[in-house]
């Protein structure tokens, strides 16, 4: 018999707002994980546990499951006391988890831990064991859990104590901190969130450098031995890290693609693209995504051939996120100031060096995503970056992709792109120069190489992977 799946993750698959009228409308999801993940989970016996995140979903959560209206994904909301998800979600996982992650911090200032930072960790710590309670709850049919992500770190561990032999599969979609840079966490938490992690049967992670640094992080920690093949034993269990890079499913895309909001977007792109090549990036707002250093490399670039003044356009698509932070509202605020003084400074009358559209409008990137002659993804880190994925799948001018050795994505598609250290602007200008000046010839080939990469994962194998490795580390009972 086939096991019941269980998801868990803070962002659900579907959200729901009370109209003027009181009335529920829902929407998709947003971000990495909902995408990567939608399309995987559409058997009748899913459930997704996700955090009501609005008033919308606390309603639905009254009434028990809600349905995603896309198929007949089951949705069960965990609703938290709003102080402390603002606790668990911006300030600990956001503010603390999401830095360390991606070693955002300039550290000779921040962080400094005190009793705030206590109080928010306990806010996680009740969070998960929330999630924890939920899923033990859902346990018809010896379901296979699959928990996705920092902000369920410490799920693992705290379901395992509620139910022993469940069948765990623990997925971060970011980066994992370096061993020295998660030293920086107060030592409680970092061992609380290893340990939290190393509950799980199979622990997944998107690039090989990730599973490496959480092995390097568990070595010699009290009640680990790290075995060969990313094996270890924990508390007379095995368990096993790994990577699963996950993938994006061409078809939804392609339709996107196709509807007619895109068309008319492309059709707008197209007029305001004249005979200009097209540099695009597409990122949510957010600090590791190293918008500022990307327009730096874009004005060197400028500075240096000022003869691609007015042949080039760069369309930055930024969609809004978690502007709770200060963090994330004052690094938009710098981006769009600093383009804002390029176009001061080198644009002209009739042409206006970079373009900024701060919104969130999926169809609007697709649309663009089948026009750019050149796509730049350069994180600081990324645990994968679906934008790499997702743009070569539905361009059609045989686009360059210019991709940070830092992104999981580098591991996949490297070969086919142009790499750039993120922090080096001089290497990203010459990135830049390089993909709008590449032969046709090599353009189609890398173009070729990377669609083809992209399609050879799909989601249901990426799934598949996790639960091939499940099998293995925890076989079903019978
Ligand atoms: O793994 C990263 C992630 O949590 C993804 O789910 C998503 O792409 C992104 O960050 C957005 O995060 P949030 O749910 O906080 O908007």
């Given at each position: 018999m086939e096991s019941t799946v269980v998801v868990a993750s803070n962002r659900g698959p579907v959200s729901f707002e009370l109209d003027e009228r009181g009335e529920l409308t829902s929407q998709r999801g947003s971000g990495g994980l909902v995408t990567a993940l939608s399309g995987v989970f559409f058997r009748d016996d899913a459930v997704w546990v996700a955090a009501a995140m609005t008033d919308g979903d606390r309603e639905v959560a009254l009434e028990g499951r809600g349905m995603s209206p896309d198929s007949s994904q089951r949705v069960r909301f965990v609703t938290l006391p709003p102080e402390q998800y603002d606790g668990y979600y911006n300030r600990f996982a956001n503010q603390i988890l999401w830095f360390v992650h991606h070693h955002l911090w300039d550290i000779a200032r921040t962080p400094s831990f005190d009793d705030q930072t206590e109080q928010v960790w306990q806010a996680y710590m009740d969070a998960n064991r929330a999630f924890a309670t939920a899923l033990a709850g859902e346990a018809d049919g010896d379901p296979v859990y699959l928990i996705q992500d920092y902000h369920l770190s410490l799920v693992p561990r705290m379901l395992r104590e509620l139910r022993p032999d469940a069948r765990i599969v623990h997925f971060t979609h970011t980066p994992f901190a370096d061993r020295t840079y998660l030293r920086i966490l107060p030592v409680h938490m970092r061992e609380a969130i290893l340990r939290g992690m190393a509950g799980a049967d199979v622990i997944g992670f998107q690039a090989k450098p990730w599973v490496e640094n959480f092995l390097l992080s568990v070595r010699?920690?009290?009640?680990f031995r790290v075995l060969r093949g990313g094996r270890l034993a924990v508390g007379g269990r095995v368990a096993e890290a790994r990577s699963f890079p996950v993938a994006v499913n061409a078809h939804p895309l392609r339709e996107t693609a196709a509807t007619t909001e895109a068309r008319e977007a492309q059709h707008e792109l197209k007029a305001w693209r004249g005979d200009a090549s097209l540099l695009l990036r597409v990122d949510r707002l957010e600090p590791s995504k190293n918008i500022l250093r990307g327009f730096l490399a874009y004005e060197l670039f400028l500075r240096r051939r000022p003869d691609w003044r007015g042949r080039v356009r760069f369309l930055a698509l930024l969609n809004p996120s978690r502007e709770a932070l200060d963090e994330y509202r004052s690094y938009g605020e710098d981006c769009l100031a600093e383009a804002s003084r390029i176009n001061a400074e080198l644009g002209s009358d009739d042409w206006v060096p970079i373009a900024v559209r701060v919104q969130e409008d999926y169809g609007f990137a697709v649309a663009a995503y089948g026009l750019y002659d050149a796509l730049i993804v350069n994180p600081v880190y990324d645990g994968m970056n679906l934008v790499a994925m997702e743009g070569p799948l539905v361009n059609r001018r045989h686009g360059v992709l210019i991709l940070s050795r830092n992104a999981g994505a580098w591991s996949r598609l490297g070969r086919h792109a142009i790499g750039v250290n993120p922090f080096d602007i001089r290497e990203s200008a010459e990135a830049i120069e390089a993909a709008l000046e590449m032969s046709e010839q090599d353009r189609t080939r890398r173009s070729r190489g990377l669609s083809r990469s992209v399609q050879a994962h799909t989601p249901p194998t990426w799934l598949a992977a996790q639960l091939d490795a499940l099998d293995l580390v925890r076989p079903p009972s019978s």
């Open positions: 010699g920690m009290e009640g």
